[in-house]
């Protein structure tokens, strides 16, 4: 059975000059995939260098071992919850397949890849945008089953807009999807979309409630609509018409102020309250209105739905202005996070703190690598005290030199996230991860390394040692890649050395996957 350690044991060197090991191709696509912001630049790669890449790597592994692609594309979607890297993936998947001669699991891989009702619009505009409009069966009929899965009311007024290149009617003109058995109305919502698309007048077919109810609020004069709003049942309306916040806003061709937004908070999913926590302080909506927000963020079974990647819930923290949010974005990272386990034994955690950790998970976003190896390293010390041993983790950073970070008991796993961040720069800003190692380990029964792992040269010695070198075979290490480049900062094949990728909760689930060093490491 594959094992994700298992590759050649092949050296390289990092960007910064340090030992490094090469991966095999499953697990190099692996490792990146659940890094991969596709179109970003990095510290070290600019995007078109990364994305062709990644693009190899999938045609390799696709060519060589499609059931292995099609579990990966499947778990990257629905399990890491990477929604462009999988989009990305499924199609150079199917591409590769197509131009080597291979039948079988193209199909799948794109329906696999689209796992909300806006994604086989991405696939197509990924497709043509690559390899021109015509469009292979295998992908017409990925799309066409995929669009049969998702299409319905709700989505339909949520994502079809003229904001998208291939908005609904597109989708279905292209690939003509048959519609589901168990869904009576969606032939009916897929011959709506069509008329919406071409500008015919036809009315909203009785079979679709929601649009009906909908069709029935943007009919109703400009001067009037914050009447509707503001009237009793006024939220439940929206809610049953399926109007979001962005169509509300659009809706009343006005601000969106205390009442607005008090109106449609209760039907937004948390994902889009998390993100607007500051608008809804600068609208200065009620304490009572936000005391439901935050019930809702304490809420785990909901924090599992949304399926929201525990740095989201970081960078809510981040754009707050108030602190009525405070303890509920706590309870939310917690149960995002409730991964992590409890570790026996003691336990070394280095979290790089050089300047490449400084740079933004993404253009846009304010989280950058340090936060995400300060989320990690911080959430596995307050693991270890929730349980009455903290002293047995040993929470250090480092860059050129290193410093430990002691967790203050009974605090704020958020405020310590933000207060280990801001010792960037405390030990300098080169990485000298093997000079980390070799002056920090001491006789811990394993070691977690959070890191871009571009490591310098060993420092104190003229032979270039790698990470691992200073810690006992017998005892585990695991590298957190939060960068996903080439080199391996573990030499892969070695038992014992496991390195890890991503910002989701999966990187805790890993480490009990991993426990015992000897069990597969594909979590599919």
């Known amino acids: 059975m594959s094992k994700f350690n298992k590759s050649p044991t092949d050296t390289t060197e990092t960007f910064q000059g340090g030992k490094a090991y090469k991966r095999d191709a499953k697990s190099d696509l692996f490792l990146f995939a659940v890094t991969n912001m596709v179109g970003e630049d990095t510290f070290y790669e600019a995007a078109d260098i990364r994305d062709q ?3 190899e790597l999938v045609h390799t592994v696709a060519v060589a071992d499609p059931e292995w692609m099609l579990r990966f594309v499947t778990w990257l979607r629905a399990g890491a919850n990477m929604r462009s890297a999988a989009v990305v993936a499924a199609c150079e998947a199917v591409r590769a397949r ?3 001669g291979a039948s079988g699991h193209s199909r ?13 619009g991405e696939v197509l505009a990924y497709w043509t945008g690559r390899y021109g409009r015509a469009l292979p069966k295998p992908v017409k009929r990925g799309v066409a089953d995929a669009v049969a899965r998702l299409y319905n009311e709700y989505s339909f007024a949520k994502y079809d807009s003229d904001a998208k290149s291939f908005r609904f009617g597109d989708v279905i003109d292209l690939v003509h999807p048959v519609a589901a058995a168990d869904k009576p109305w969606q032939g009916d919502l897929f011959r709506h979309a069509l008329d919406r698309r071409h500008s015919r007048e036809n009315p909203v077919p009785e079979t679709l409630v929601k649009l009906t109810k909908r069709a029935e609020l943007l009919a109703t004069p400009v001067q009037e609509r914050r009447g509707v709003l503001l009237a009793e049942g006024g939220a439940a309306r929206l809610a049953e018409a399926g109007m979001t916040w962005e169509a509300l806003a659009g809706w009343l061709q006005g601000p969106m102020d205390k009442a607005a937004w008090e109106s449609v908070i209760p039907s937004m999913g948390l994902m889009a309250l998390a993100r607007n926590l500051r608008n809804f302080d600068q609208a200065e909506v009620a304490d009572a209105v936000a005391w439901q927000v935050c019930a809702r963020f304490l809420d785990p079974e909901q924090v599992a739905r949304s399926r929201m990647l525990p740095y989201r819930w970081l960078s809510a923290y981040k754009a707050a202005p108030s602190l009525r949010w405070g303890h509920a974005l706590e309870g939310a990272l917690g149960s995002a996070i409730g991964a992590v386990p409890e570790l026996p034994g003691r336990t070394l955690v280095l979290v790089d703190t050089s300047a490449s950790m400084t740079r933004g998970v993404s253009a846009r976003s304010t989280i950058t690598h340090l936060d995400i190896g300060a ?18 983790v040993d929470l250090i950073g480092f860059a050129d030199g290193l410093f430990t970070h002691k967790l203050a008991r009974g605090g704020s796993v958020l405020r310590e996230i933000e207060r280990f961040a801001k010792r960037y720069g405390e030990v300098g800003h080169g990485t000298r991860l093997v000079d980390a190692v070799a002056n920090s380990y001491d006789e811990h029964d394993r070691v977690v390394i959070v890191s871009d792992m571009q490591a310098f040269p060993y420092y104190y010695n003229s032979q270039n040692k790698g990470a691992d070198a200073f810690i006992p075979d017998t005892v585990p290490v695991f590298a957190i890649n939060t960068a996903g480049y080439g080199p391996s900062a573990l030499p892969p094949g070695k038992r014992n050395r496991f390195e890890i990728g991503g910002f989701s909760d999966k990187v805790f689930s890993m480490f009990a996957l991993l426990a015992d060093g000897d069990r597969p490491a594909w979590p599919f």
């Open 108 to 120: 799948q891989l794109i329906a696999a890849a689209c796992q909300r009702a806006d994604e086989p």
């Open 98 to 100: 197509l131009d080597a």
């Open 53 to 55: 890449r990644y693009r």
């Open 375 to 392: 989320l990690i390293g911080v959430a596995l010390a307050d693991r270890a005290a929730g349980s009455g041993r903290g002293d047995d």
